[in-house]
């Protein structure tokens, strides 16, 4: 079982920054997805961005690209989401997300950033990001 636990979140004005922490309790061998997602009111949950631990091959929604890296510090056991050049519409409830072996991040493709929830195993509680004009 892993935990995954959100942090950073917070206001800012529009064209400001933040970083987004997820630290995860443990980590199975073999290669890992994880991810960020987020959801605003009244929308669905959508990936916004993807590492491929093993790979460290990253992936990016078309809405966030040359804006957000993801990245991770494996020593720490903690994923980031480096935000800049933030935006309005980039306001939202952002989640962590991870996969073990069984699932890759190459749901892409296929889904894009509709992917389904249920294709994750583990998910944190969320952290708050609100962006003002």
């Known amino acids: 079982q892993v935990q995954l636990v959100e942090s950073g979140g917070g206001s800012v004005q529009a064209g400001g920054s933040l970083r987004l922490s997820c630290a995860a309790s443990?980590?199975?061998?073999?290669?890992?997805?994880m991810a960020w997602f987020r959801q605003a009111p009244g929308k669905e949950r959508q990936a916004v961005a993807s590492l491929d631990t093993t790979a460290g091959i990253t992936t990016y929604a078309d809405s966030v690209k040359g804006r957000f890296t993801i990245s991770e510090d494996n020593t720490k056991g903690t994923l980031y989401l480096q935000m800049n050049s933030l935006k309005t519409e980039d306001t939202a409830m952002y989640y962590c997300?991870?996969?073990?072996?069984?699932?890759?991040?190459?749901?892409?493709?296929?889904?894009?950033?509709?992917?389904?929830?249920?294709?994750?195993?583990?998910w944190g509680q969320g952290t708050q990001v609100t962006v003002s004009s």
């Open positions: 443990s980590r199975t061998s073999g290669a890992y997805c």
């Open positions: 997300a991870a996969n073990g072996p069984a699932r890759s991040c190459g749901w892409w493709d296929r889904w894009g950033s509709h992917v389904p929830e249920w294709y994750f195993a583990y």
